[in-house]
C-alpha cells in the first residue's frame, strides 16, 4: 500500500505562487494532482508520467501550474504561478499503481493523500 503525504499549500494573494509537494511511501507509476473545492466535484488538475517525460493539464491551468517529479525521492511537485481566487480548494495528490496512460479520470488513480489547503484571496 502506498501512502501519500502532501504539503506546500497556504493562504496567499491573488497573483501569488505556491509549491505543492507530494511524498509517496512506494513505488508509483503516474502522478496526479487533483482539486475539490466546497460543494463541488473533485477534479483534474495535472499529471505526469512515471518517468517525468510527459504531463497533461487541464485547460484552466495551463501555463500556469508546472507539475514534476523527482523520482529519487519519490516526490511530485506542482508549482502554481499567478493564483486566482477560483483556485482555492483542497489539492489531493494521487498515484496509479500500474502502467498506463495519463488520465484525468478519478477512478483511474489507486492511491489519494489526504490532501493541503490552497486559499487565494482576492
Known amino acids: 500500500q502506498v501512502q501519500l503525504v502532501e504539503s506546500g499549500g497556504g493562504l496567499v494573494q491573488a497573483g501569488a505562487s505556491l509549491r505543492l509537494s507530494c511524498a509517496a511511501s512506494?513505488?508509483?507509476?503516474?502522478m496526479g494532482w487533483f482539486r475539490q473545492a466546497p460543494g463541488k466535484e473533485r477534479e483534474f488538475v495535472a499529471a505526469?508520467?512515471?518517468?517525468?517525460?510527459?504531463?497533461a493539464y487541464a485547460d484552466f491551468v495551463r501555463g500556469r501550474f508546472t507539475i514534476s517529479r523527482d523520482n529519487a525521492r519519490n516526490t511530485v511537485f506542482l508549482q502554481m504561478n499567478s493564483l486566482k481566487p477560483e483556485d482555492t480548494a483542497v489539492y489531493h495528490c494521487?498515484?496509479?499503481?500500474?502502467?498506463?496512460?495519463?488520465?484525468?479520470?478519478?477512478?483511474?488513480?489507486?492511491?489519494w493523500g489526504q490532501g493541503t489547503q490552497v486559499t487565494v484571496s482576492s
Open positions: 512506494g513505488r508509483t507509476f503516474s
Open positions: 505526469i508520467d512515471w518517468r517525468g517525460s510527459d504531463a
Open positions: 494521487a498515484a496509479t499503481g500500474r502502467y498506463g496512460p495519463l488520465s484525468p479520470d478519478v477512478n483511474q488513480y489507486n492511491y
